[in-house]
């Protein structure tokens, strides 16, 4: 059943004057959506590749952050949303449940606030108001052992730890990368987010021209799908095209040990790829 609870959503980082560009991608703030904040707390980040992906994306974010506890960050950019397609009204039906971790009457009497589930490492979610499970919560650190105020270096070491494990655990309820285009693939071309439409076009074109060229786009950027190395480490030349200056790239390096030969295609133009650029800057990365 689709929880019916409250969400709040906030809509920030506008382009305008400050910026002196007439749009803004949310691909220059990829870099601010992972670590943005202090004291190492990490948040899952997911990008909507398309105006009909928005929906999916949208649910899915809402799903983790109910299930995981946890802030999820959403990624939208101009393009996306002022784009237009073809979309059919889901059936909510067939669109997975959303659970979220509440505690259980067996737990009445021995539960307190900052107990984890063992395997994902979830807070169980004591609905304020509950019968038998009442409790108090707060902005500071607590020891994860008495629930209790904590300034412990060994305990904040314990707690930052067990936050980003539980982050990386999400990897296991998301879908794998899959890889579109020549299944023989001589380069891999790597995107993220709302510049799906014009990678996908130029691979399409690519292959129409006899070329081999096969695409991956992100949805998910944190954590990245449980499969992603084993992809991009099956491609001898790999391009990773962003509308930025590398962001996701050196993102990818950082996560994947090894994955030092990708070539990138940068533009920051607050506007969208050109297909006709991209096949050119692909043409030539296979040449090479």
């Known amino acids: 059943v689709i929880a019916e609870l409250p969400l709040v959503i906030v809509n920030v980082q506008r382009g305008g004057p400050s910026t002196g560009l007439p749009t803004k991608s949310e691909q220059t703030d990829l870099l601010q959506a992972l670590y943005g904040r202090n004291g190492e707390s990490p948040m899952p980040v997911i990008a909507a590749t398309s105006p009909t992906n928005c929906f999916d ?147 399409e074109e690519l292959n129409a021209e006899g070329k081999k060229v096969a695409l991956a786009q992100f949805q998910y950027i944190n954590p990245l799908p449980k499969n992603t190395a084993g992809v991009l480490k099956k491609y001898k030349k790999i391009v990773v095209a962003e509308q930025n200056m590398g962001q996701f790239a050196g993102y990818l390096r950082m996560k994947i040990p090894g994955l030092n030969i990708v070539s990138q295609y940068n533009e920051v133009k607050g506007q969208p790829f050109v297909t006709e650029k991209l096949v050119n800057a692909f043409t030539k990365l296979l040449e090479d």
Do not use: C
């Open 57 to 203: 994306a949208a649910y899915m974010a809402a799903k983790i952050a109910l299930e995981h506890m946890t802030p999820v960050v959403l990624l939208t950019d101009a393009f996306v949303a002022n784009g237009a397609a073809a979309w059919k009204l889901p059936d909510l039906k067939e669109y997975p449940s959303i659970t979220p971790h509440y505690v259980t009457p067996d737990m009445q009497g021995n539960w307190t606030p900052f107990q984890r589930d063992p395997e994902t490492y979830v807070r169980y979610w004591a609905t304020p108001g509950t019968p038998g499970f009442s409790h108090r919560i707060g902005g500071l650190e607590k020891s994860n052992e008495t629930g209790a105020i904590s300034t412990e270096p060994e305990n904040h070491h314990l707690m930052t730890q067990l936050r980003q494990a539980k982050v990386e655990k999400i990897a296991d309820f998301i879908p794998e990368l899959e890889v579109v285009g020549a299944e023989d693939a001589e380069l891999l071309v790597v995107g993220w987010g709302g510049t799906y439409g014009h990678l996908y076009s130029a691979v």
